[in-house]
């Protein structure tokens, strides 16, 4: 019903549609053709990352790798970063370490991509890379994470692992 009304015309109504029914994994064939739907409308990161979560969920593991890579493909670096911190916090850290070194790698600039360089260095025990980094992140970073980064800081200068 409420697809109807104008979310019919945003790729996020059809996304939000389709995350829900994952989420409940209830009508994942459902959900599927809603995912699909979304990126009609409009290609993104987030949606083929949904898509690709769908595909997993119905056991479809070749089918989602592909999606996935399409999605990691459109990805902004900040968006890369947060998945990288996902894989993490799902015990995948090869795969998060991997998506950090390549957004290092093309974008250099970003403060927070130094920071996902320091969780690499900090897991290798490399405590001094890993503080040099995390300062080259403190100094880029916005004032509302100055106070977290320090943290970090701290924790690596003390030797400890921040991941």
């Known amino acids: 019903r409420q697809l109807r009304g104008l979310s019919q015309y945003t ?3 059809w996304d939000d549609a389709a995350n829900y029914l994952l989420a409940q994994k209830t009508d994942l064939d459902e959900a599927l053709k809603y995912e699909d739907q979304s990126i009609e409308v409009e290609k993104r990161f987030d949606n083929l990352l949904t898509k690709s979560n769908i595909l997993e969920a119905l056991n479809r593991k070749d089918d989602a790798d592909a999606t996935r890579k399409q999605a990691l493909a459109l990805a902004n670096p900040l968006q890369l970063h947060i998945y990288a911190r996902g894989l993490q916090a799902q015990k995948h850290q090869d795969e998060a370490f991997a998506i950090f070194r390549d957004n290092a790698r093309k974008h250099p600039e970003e403060w927070f991509v130094h920071s996902g360089m320091a969780r690499i260095y900090s897991s290798q025990g490399k405590f001094d890379d890993a503080v040099k980094e995390m300062n080259l ?3 880029g970073a916005p004032d509302g994470q100055k106070s977290y980064v320090e ?3 701290k ?3 003390s030797k400890q692992d921040i991941n």
Request: glycine share 8%; proline share 0%.
């Open 137 to 139: 992140a403190l100094a």
């Open 151 to 153: 943290s970090l800081v």
């Open 11 to 13: 790729w996020e109504g």
């Open 155 to 157: 924790r690596l200068q």
